[in-house]
């Protein structure tokens, strides 16, 4: 038991410091490291390949603006592109498609549920800054 002590005190510490660093804005990363990681997978999941947030088309929609406007789809519906819908959009790409744009295309590179909640909450906190 004695020779676990000094091991199980570090352990507390790194908790104790861990917790710290965390703890002044409260749980989970802060509004702008999301915005940042966000961005960051923008990059690297190659999202960006297809999609531009500076307002041009590419192979799908921009994101410039993206956040809350709304979304004609190819079945006649529109939807206003809220959270749910963002996330339905990354999570499960076919579930819908956006009026003007080929179906299945996105499905082709994203496949749903390769994403992880974390990242997908990365992401919408990224279009949600593009203005
Ligand atoms: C191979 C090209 C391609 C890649 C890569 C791609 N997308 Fe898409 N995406 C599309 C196309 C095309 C559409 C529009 C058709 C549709 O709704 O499926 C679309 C639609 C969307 C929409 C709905 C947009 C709107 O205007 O309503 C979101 C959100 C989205 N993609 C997020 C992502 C994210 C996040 C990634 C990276 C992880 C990504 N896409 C990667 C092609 C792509």
Not at 45 to 66: M, N
């Amino acid at each position: 038991m004695k020779q676990f002590a000094p091991a199980s005190a570090l352990l507390a510490a790194l908790a104790l410091l861990l917790s710290a660093c965390g703890g002044a804005a409260g749980n989970g990363p802060s509004p702008d490291a999301l915005v940042a990681r966000g961005e960051k997978l923008y990059e690297e999941k190659t999202c960006a390949g297809c999609h531009a947030v500076d307002g041009s088309t590419l192979v799908g929609p921009t994101w410039k603006g993206l956040y809350r406007s709304e979304v004609k789809l190819a079945d006649g519906t529109s939807t206003t592109a809220d959270e749910a819908y963002l996330r339905e959009s990354m999570l499960d790409p076919s579930a819908k498609t956006v009026e003007g744009f080929p179906s299945g295309l996105m499905e082709t590179v994203i496949k749903p549920g390769m994403l992880s909640e974390e990242e997908v909450d990365g992401l919408i906190a990224y279009i949600k800054s593009l203005r």
